[in-house]
């Protein structure tokens, strides 16, 4: 009986810290309805205190044990009984790569920018038309393109790489697994399912369609979301079960991906007719999304309420901001422009944190990505037709490489999980690029 008191109370303890955890999480993130709603749904002082990102630092360390148990054959659960002690591991587990960078370091980082590592190139494949986006799936295991020839390409990243090698003895690999057919006009975004073997594209054709690929035959999509715009950037929540859709409407459209009903957000800041979306992506966790539009803001919405919480007018200034995309700690965002300039700025206060300059990009809609560690930027030069890479952390400018394509590539997309990445170009063809082992 004394046994199952003290257990009682060590629940309660535990719900404690995990609602204080959550509440200050939300609070800090400028959720603030959400945030309040917890507090008093768990009755948590909202102004609990809590030290910064402590629960996506407990979440983190989490995952890296259970992984390491995994793979030691394991099972985590069995190292959380109540009761039990603190496992020694806990804390030292560390991620094959690193995970992210803090930016907020104020030191001189001047000389101390890292190499980025040598990569080979390879031909994929070519549409009939313009390559005009590409995206990878979070596990890294497939990435799709989408052509102005209303095709899109799914290719598996293992057969790539068996492409890529020079002793390849078992004959030509075809890494293109799929190919779908069902728009009528240019693709011009994808994402994947976080969960399940599907393919989502957004078109010009005013459609968002979703494509199975784990059926061999399946040339048309088994669901169809029909828009009112040009759907221009597509996101899915980490969830699967919601999706974002930036259009030549100003207003992101959210869909509920089980009953494809449409939600606009009745609280946006005012927004003139040049507002239309370039693209639109979730942070890592769902709790917030950012836009890029054509009037160069980059707005950062509430993922919950879908309330415009900042808007950084003029981030480029008069020039289309073409892309944006948040840290992994969800803290920054780094967003390119048809001004030649690539940007980062603090989610928290809208402060511009780094500039990253000289690559000029002014007609296409070029985007500038992380690699996979987010330790380097790449982006495009187009009078140079170069790809040029930064230090992600000291903004110094550390290599440009010739794109190989003809005429400067349209879009560059970074695995999520491995030094490599895809160049799409107005020559139609596909690169894949990894580094030199």
Same mark, same amino acid.
């Given at each position: 009986?004394?046994?199952?008191?003290?257990?009682?109370?060590?629940?309660?303890? &535990? $719900?404690?810290?995990?609602?204080?955890?959550?509440?200050?999480? &939300?609070?800090?993130?400028?959720?603030?309805?959400?945030?309040?709603?917890?507090?008093?749904?768990?009755?948590? +002082?909202?102004?609990?205190?809590?030290?910064?990102?402590?629960?996506?630092?407990?979440?983190?360390?989490?995952?890296?044990?259970?992984?390491?148990?995994?793979?030691?054959?394991?099972?985590?659960?069995?190292?959380?009984?109540?009761?039990?002690?603190?496992?020694?591991?806990?804390?030292?587990?560390?991620?094959?790569?690193?995970?992210?960078?803090?930016?907020?370091?104020?030191?001189?980082?001047?000389?101390?920018?890292?190499?980025?590592?040598?990569?080979?190139?390879?031909?994929?494949?070519?549409?009939?038309?313009?390559?005009?986006?590409?995206?990878?799936?979070?596990?890294?295991?497939?990435?799709?393109?989408?052509?102005?020839?209303?095709?899109?390409?799914?290719?598996?990243?293992?057969?790539?790489?068996?492409?890529?090698?020079?002793?390849?003895?078992?004959?030509?690999?075809?890494?293109?697994?799929?190919?779908?057919?069902?728009?009528?006009?240019?693709?011009?975004?994808?994402?994947?399912? +976080?969960?399940?073997?599907?393919?989502?594209?957004?078109?010009?054709?005013?459609?968002?369609?979703?494509?199975?690929?784990?059926?061999?035959?399946?040339?048309?999509?088994?669901?169809?979301?029909?828009?009112?715009?040009?759907?221009?950037?597509?996101?899915?929540?980490?969830?699967?079960? $919601?999706? &974002?859709?930036?259009?030549?409407?100003?207003?992101?459209?959210?869909?509920?991906?089980?009953?494809?009903?449409?939600?606009?957000?009745?609280?946006?800041?005012?927004?003139?007719?040049?507002?239309?979306?370039?693209?639109?992506? $979730?942070?890592?966790?769902?709790?917030? $999304?950012?836009?890029?539009?054509?009037?160069?803001?980059?707005?950062?919405?509430?993922?919950?309420?879908?309330?415009?919480?900042?808007?950084?007018?003029?981030?480029?200034?008069?020039?289309?901001?073409?892309?944006?995309?948040?840290?992994?700690?969800?803290?920054?965002?780094?967003?390119?422009?048809?001004?030649?300039?690539?940007?980062? /700025?603090?989610?928290?206060?809208?402060? &511009?944190?780094?500039?990253?300059?000289?690559?000029?990009?002014?007609?296409?809609?070029?985007?500038?990505?992380?690699?996979?560690?987010?330790?380097?930027?790449?982006?495009?030069?187009?009078?140079?037709?170069?790809?040029?890479? /930064?230090?992600?952390?000291?903004?110094?400018?550390?290599?440009? /490489?010739?794109?190989?394509?003809?005429?400067?590539?349209? /879009?560059?997309?970074?695995?999520?999980?491995?030094?490599?990445?895809?160049?799409?170009?107005?020559?139609?063809?596909?690169?894949?690029?990894?580094?030199?082992?």
């Amino acid at each position: 009986m004394e046994g199952s008191f003290e257990q009682t109370l060590q629940d309660g303890q &535990l $719900y404690r810290q995990v609602n204080s955890l959550i509440v200050a999480h &939300l609070r800090d993130h400028n959720l603030t309805q959400a945030a309040s709603a917890a507090a008093s749904a768990t009755m948590t +002082p909202l102004n609990v205190d809590v030290p910064p990102k402590k629960l996506m630092e407990l979440v983190a360390k989490g995952l890296a044990v259970e992984k390491d148990e995994t793979l030691r054959g394991s099972p985590a659960s069995a190292l959380y009984e109540f009761g039990s002690s603190m496992p020694t591991t806990f804390g030292s587990a560390q991620p094959s790569r690193p995970s992210a960078i803090d930016f907020s370091t104020t030191q001189d980082t001047k000389g101390s920018s890292k190499n980025f590592p040598k990569h080979e190139t390879r031909h994929l494949s070519e549409h009939k038309n313009v390559a005009r986006c590409a995206r990878f799936s979070a596990d890294g295991r497939f990435v799709a393109t989408g052509s102005a020839d209303m095709s899109i390409k799914l290719f598996e990243v293992a057969k790539i790489k068996q492409m890529m090698l020079p002793d390849a003895k078992d004959g030509p690999v075809r890494p293109v697994i799929r190919t779908f057919y069902d728009h009528i006009q240019p693709i011009n975004d994808l994402d994947f399912h +976080p969960q399940n073997t599907v393919l989502v594209s957004g078109a010009k054709d005013h459609t968002i369609k979703f494509f199975d690929f784990s059926k061999l035959t399946a040339k048309k999509a088994f669901r169809v979301i029909q828009d009112t715009h040009n759907v221009r950037s597509i996101s899915l929540h980490p969830s699967g079960d $919601y999706l &974002l859709a930036g259009t030549d409407h100003q207003i992101p459209h959210l869909y509920d991906v089980n009953t494809f009903q449409c939600f606009l957000s009745a609280n946006v800041p005012e927004i003139g007719n040049n507002g239309a979306i370039n693209q639109i992506r $979730y942070s890592a966790t769902g709790s917030m $999304y950012v836009t890029a539009s054509k009037d160069g803001a980059v707005r950062l919405w509430d993922g919950i309420g879908a309330k415009c919480i900042r808007s950084i007018v003029s981030a480029h200034g008069t020039a289309e901001a073409t892309s944006a995309k948040f840290t992994k700690d969800e803290r920054y965002v780094l967003s390119c422009g048809k001004d030649s300039s690539v940007k980062l /700025w603090d989610v928290g206060t809208g402060r &511009l944190v780094k500039q990253y300059v000289g690559a000029t990009h002014i007609q296409l809609r070029c985007q500038a990505v992380f690699n996979d560690t987010e330790e380097f930027v790449l982006s495009i030069d187009e009078p140079s037709n170069e790809i040029v890479i /930064w230090d992600a952390l000291t903004a110094e400018r550390v290599a440009r /490489w010739p794109s190989n394509h003809v005429g400067a590539p349209r /879009w560059l997309e970074h695995s999520p999980t491995e030094s490599a990445f895809i160049s799409c170009g107005t020559d139609k063809s596909i690169r894949f690029w990894k580094e030199s082992l």
